[in-house]
């Protein structure tokens, strides 16, 4: 059975599952319609004629309603090919299948542990009325926190192999929507740029706009658009239509040198799902980061017990840095020993060593001035882990020497740089690093990378990527304003984790920065940045600075204790671009995260997600000098339950961490 069939029908009878099916040959233009198991959302199906003479015969369009209210109008669904006419009308339905789904899986590796994956599908099979009959079916899930869709090419004689030019799926939203976007204005991309507050019509057919896209629709709730399970296929990007105000159609990411050539493939094959989370309040989509694990296939590792979450030391935000020792720092062994001694006091599981370690077109060997089994050697007496950086087109050309030998080294993982592209072939190359580095214990983390899609799923050795405009944009620009700060948990982090590389301890004003290179700032407060380590996820993470940096500072503490990963998730309060609240849980203890933009504000953030009893809250605020002392923190304890609230004071730029411990 081809890949496609497999991750379009498997996981409908895993677990507890209910199953009903209606075979409704020959049907006609009839809506069909498919709701959520809670009744929130539902999304439509049908058959139309579109009275342009230029779009005739019978065409497949979708809508989506929350609550009863319109969030999308008919949008069309199609398929374009390189060679023969398009996919797109001249439809008759020759039958339905309708299965319902719920069953719950652990994920040791993310924001929520206990995952429920429940909802009601709906798949509707189309054949075109003329020759060549070619057939298409679209699948539909109703989740309560989302709707997701995809198309299904089955095998058939009249397609076979193919190339495909581009979808021509709708987002039709109703109203001057507005959104946050990311317009890359290339497909040659590393995702590191601000999402913009506009209105969809802003959003331009020659645009090209990355996802997730959030939006809100007017007078209605928020929603993302996103997709899953991205396998063997280009990543999707998002334009405005021709006269159409409010819509948006899918842009897909070509082959490199063929502009009218988007995936290759062959019959039987399914697309990615395309995704709408859906809620009220924009918060609420962060809370449902599960939904895009759905749709992804469980794991294929039988043993994840090797693969550690956890907390890095790095080097190359300092410039390899170090102060006040008997060496000369730089990419050499005792630099990277001193490292390795500051993540062994810190209880760090991990130190990062970043560009240089290698020649540029070798990773097999290091350069004269790294003795790497000394180092790694040194590590492991002292129970820390060594990843290494490389770049991706030495990774590419040599996999299949490199990570076996790194394995026997005992390097713990590796981060692969600089593919700025998602189309069919890189995407490729993702899963042929992650299924390789799978099979010689090595977790992964991509950087200059499109965002997640929910693969860690299926190999969670993939502890993290960026696809995010990072910490290190502080180094030249002064584009990590806290406005930016604020925007990304609402947007980029819907997708999935993000290597933002928190933990600058060079804290400055919005006055007092300037951008650096070495002993580089961040703007915001310190607390600021204690706090990223609970709203921004990502079981791989970083401890940015310096090791003399942290030596002494208040709220180091925090970073020491904090873990990567969750067993439950809440977001508090929050709106994008101004401020945001989360608490998670790990094991017995809550952690909290408040961040805000460059307005001061005070928030009372009820304390609801605790247990019975009494805790004790450790916080780390914002000094009173933090306006204009950044560094200024305040510690202190108190006890308090879950009937309790917490007032905080935020600073311009500023923020709040704090620890809750029973009492017992």
């Known amino acids: 059975m081809g890949k496609g069939i497999h991750s379009v029908r498997n996981g409908l009878c895993i677990g507890s599952c209910l199953m009903l099916l209606v075979a409704l040959n020959g049907l006609g233009a009839s809506p069909l319609t498919v709701t959520s198991p809670g009744g929130t959302l539902s999304v439509t199906f049908e058959l139309k ?9 019978l065409r497949a369009y979708y809508r989506v309603s929350f609550k009863g209210t319109a969030i999308l109008n008919d949008s069309p669904l199609g398929l374009d090919f390189k060679g023969q006419p398009a996919l797109d009308h001249g439809f008759e339905v020759t039958g339905s299948q309708r299965a319902s789904h719920d ?83 290339s497909y040659t991309t590393s995702y590191e740029s601000e999402f913009q507050a506009l209105t969809l019509d802003e959003i331009k057919p020659t645009s090209i706009v990355g996802i997730p896209l959030l939006v809100h629709v007017t007078d209605g709730p928020w929603v993302g658009i996103l997709e899953a399970d991205l396998d063997d296929y280009p990543g999707m990007y998002l334009s405005g239509v021709w006269g159409v105000p409010g819509a948006l159609m899918s842009k897909l990411s070509p082959l490199p040198g063929h502009s009218d050539e988007a995936a290759a493939a062959s019959t039987p094959k399914a697309t990615p799902w395309h995704v709408l989370l859906v809620n009220s309040e924009a918060g609420g989509l962060i809370e449902s980061d599960s939904l895009i694990l759905n749709l992804n296939p469980p794991s294929a590792l039988s043993d994840t017990s090797w693969i550690k979450p956890g907390k890095a030391a790095w080097d190359w935000w300092s410039g390899s840095y170090a102060s006040g020792v008997n060496f000369k720092p730089g990419m050499n062994t005792d630099t990277m020993k001193h490292y390795v001694d500051f993540a062994s006091k810190s209880h760090l599981a991990y130190l990062l060593i970043d560009a240089g370690w290698s020649p540029e077109d070798d990773i097999t060997r290091t350069v004269p001035s790294i003795d790497m089994p000394a180092i790694i050697a040194f590590a492991k007496q002292r129970g820390v882990r060594i990843l290494l950086w490389m770049q991706w087109k030495a990774v590419n050309k040599q996999m299949d020497q490199a990570f076996p030998l790194f394995e026997k080294w005992g390097v713990a993982g590796v981060k692969v740089d600089y593919m700025d592209r998602n189309d069919q072939e890189m995407v490729n190359f993702y899963h042929r690093v992650v299924k390789a580095a799978a099979a010689h214990h090595l977790a992964v983390d991509f950087h200059g990378a499109y965002p997640p899609a929910g693969l860690r799923r299926t190999y969670p050795n993939l502890l993290t990527r960026e696809g995010v405009m990072g910490m290190e944009y502080n180094k030249w620009s002064r584009r990590q304003t806290p406005e930016h700060l604020t925007t990304i948990p609402f947007t980029r982090m819907l997708a999935g984790p993000m290597d933002y590389t928190p933990g600058c301890f060079n804290n400055a004003t919005r006055e007092q920065f300037q951008p650096r ?12 940045q204690l706090a990223m380590y609970v709203v921004y996820l990502s079981p791989l993470e970083m401890v940015s600075d310096y090791p003399e940096d942290y030596l002494g500072q208040p709220g180091f503490e925090f970073l020491e204790k904090a873990p990567t990963v969750w067993d439950d998730t809440r977001v508090l309060n929050g709106e994008p671009s101004e401020y945001v609240t989360i608490a998670r849980r790990h094991g017995d203890e809550w952690f909290l995260g408040s961040m805000t933009n460059w307005t001061s504000r005070d928030l009372t953030v009820p304390l609801k997600f605790l247990g019975p009893g009494k805790w004790n809250a450790k916080i780390f605020a914002d000094g009173p000098d933090a306006n204009q002392n950044a560094k200024d923190l305040s510690i202190q304890s108190k006890q308090v339950t879950a009937d309790d609230t917490l007032p905080l004071h935020l600073a311009s730029g500023g923020g709040a961490a704090v620890i809750f411990t029973q009492v017992k």
């Open 517 to 528: 290179r070495i002993q580089p700032m961040c703007q915001g407060t310190r607390a600021n």
């Open 49 to 57: 004629s579109n009275p342009q003479p230029y779009l005739p015969g």
């Open 103 to 185: 069953s719950t899986w652990t994920n040791t590796f993310g924001a929520i542990r206990n995952v429920r994956d429940h909802y009601n599908q709906l798949t509707v099979s189309l054949r075109e009325r003329e020759a060549p009959g070619r057939q298409l079916d679209l699948v539909f899930r109703a989740y309560d926190s989302g709707i997701a869709f995809r198309y299904f090419l089955p095998r058939q004689e009249g397609l076979g192999k193919f190339t495909l030019s581009s979808e021509d799926t709708g987002f039709y939203f109703p109203g001057d929507a507005s959104a946050f976007a990311l317009n890359l204005g």
